[in-house]
């Protein structure tokens, strides 16, 4: 059984805006990025408490924010070839990265993860596909990966998370899941990496009891899987009815076990909660 409950991102104007990514704290408290270029903070409950705008967004807005464990937001600020450190009250802190694809430079930042040591792993997509590891200032310290299909390569690499030492990243147009040592060596999985005929793997999220949850843009589900890569099972289908999502982008797992998903297509996020 699952219940499921939504609700949609604050107007702008008279033009409700499409929710891009989503992600949560561990007080509950739930942050979303939508394709006007805000960054908007819901409680636990789904009430809104503030807003802020991205510092510049007329060319392109940002696909991924993490609560990093100090309380501070960090946001892939995708088409400004930078990552944006906020504080939790939204005041810009620090920003690094500029357009190249030298250490410390990125063409599209999409994605981000902390490891417990607060270094943040940024992967970026636009043809140099790989991974840069920075400590928790913004300085550059190594990367692992390139663009293709082979093992160890990526393909816009959309969403990434640590857990235990590995690094699960979504890589969307080669529909697998590569799993990492934070050094960039494969995992001991068969090609490094675990699918399940996905279809646009577009975010990755750890859930408290130690699995993983996945959504499809392609597909417009949600797939669950064990941290060895088993299927555990799906939920949804393309449309916008209930169960369903429509070019879903982003997710997050809560505190209590719950999954958001960014449901852009449809102008709405959704929270799952999943009968065990």
Same mark, same amino acid.
């Given at each position: 059984?699952?219940?499921?409950?939504?609700?949609?991102?604050?107007?702008?104007?008279?033009? @409700?805006?499409?929710?891009?990514?989503?992600?949560?704290?561990?007080?509950?408290?739930?942050?979303?990025?939508?394709?006007?270029?805000?960054?908007?903070?819901?409680?636990?409950?789904?009430?809104?408490?503030?807003?802020?705008?991205?510092?510049?967004?007329?060319?392109?807005?940002?696909?991924?924010?993490?609560?990093?464990?100090?309380?501070?937001?960090?946001?892939?600020?995708?088409?400004?070839?930078?990552?944006?450190?906020?504080?939790?009250?939204?005041?810009?802190?620090?920003?690094?990265?500029?357009?190249?694809?030298?250490?410390? %430079?990125? @063409?599209?930042?999409?994605?981000?993860?902390?490891?417990?040591?607060?270094?943040?792993?940024?992967?970026?997509?636009?043809?140099?596909?790989?991974?840069?590891?920075?400590?928790?200032?913004?300085?550059?310290?190594?990367?692992?990966?390139?663009?293709?299909?082979?093992?160890?390569?990526?393909?816009?690499?959309?969403?990434?998370?640590?857990?235990?030492?590995?690094?699960?990243?979504?890589?969307?147009?080669?529909?697998? @899941?590569?799993?990492?040592? %934070?050094?960039?060596?494969?995992?001991?999985?068969?090609?490094?990496?675990?699918?399940?005929?996905?279809?646009?793997?577009?975010?990755?999220?750890?859930?408290?009891?130690?699995?993983?949850?996945?959504?499809?843009?392609?597909?417009?589900?949600?797939?669950?899987?064990?941290?060895?890569?088993?299927?555990?099972?799906?939920?949804?289908?393309?449309?916008?009815?209930?169960?369903?999502?429509?070019?879903?982008?982003?997710?997050?797992?809560?505190?209590?076990?719950?999954?958001?998903?960014?449901?852009?297509?449809?102008?709405?996020?959704?929270?799952?909660?999943?009968?065990?």
């Amino acid at each position: 059984m699952v219940t499921e409950d939504y609700w949609t991102p604050p107007p702008e104007g008279l033009k @409700i805006p499409a929710p891009r990514a989503v992600t949560a704290a561990p007080d509950g408290a739930i942050y979303v990025l939508d394709n006007v270029g805000r960054v908007l903070a819901f409680d636990a409950q789904t009430k809104p408490v503030r807003q802020w705008w991205m510092p510049e967004c007329s060319v392109g807005k940002p696909e991924r924010i993490l609560v990093a464990r100090d309380g501070r937001l960090v946001v892939a600020d995708t088409h400004y070839h930078r990552v944006v450190i906020f504080d939790a009250a939204g005041n810009v802190q620090f920003m690094f990265g500029e357009k190249g694809e030298g250490p410390g %430079e990125f @063409i599209y930042p999409v994605a981000v993860a902390e490891d417990d040591r607060q270094n943040l792993y940024v992967c970026e997509y636009g043809g140099n596909d790989r991974v840069q590891v920075f400590r928790p200032d913004g300085t550059y310290v190594s990367e692992f990966g390139k663009c293709g299909a082979g093992p160890g390569e990526f393909q816009r690499p959309s969403g990434v998370v640590w857990r235990d030492g590995l690094l699960y990243i979504a890589d969307a147009f080669n529909n697998r @899941i590569h799993v990492f040592h %934070e050094d960039g060596r494969p995992a001991d999985l068969p090609d490094g990496a675990f699918s399940a005929d996905l279809h646009y793997p577009y975010d990755i999220a750890a859930a408290p009891q130690g699995e993983f949850y996945v959504v499809e843009y392609g597909a417009g589900r949600v797939t669950k899987f064990s941290s060895t890569g088993r299927l555990l099972g799906r939920y949804g289908t393309t449309g916008a009815d209930a169960g369903q999502f429509e070019t879903p982008w982003g997710l997050s797992v809560d505190p209590a076990g719950r999954v958001l998903v960014a449901d852009t297509g449809n102008r709405r996020l959704v929270r799952l909660q999943f009968a065990e």
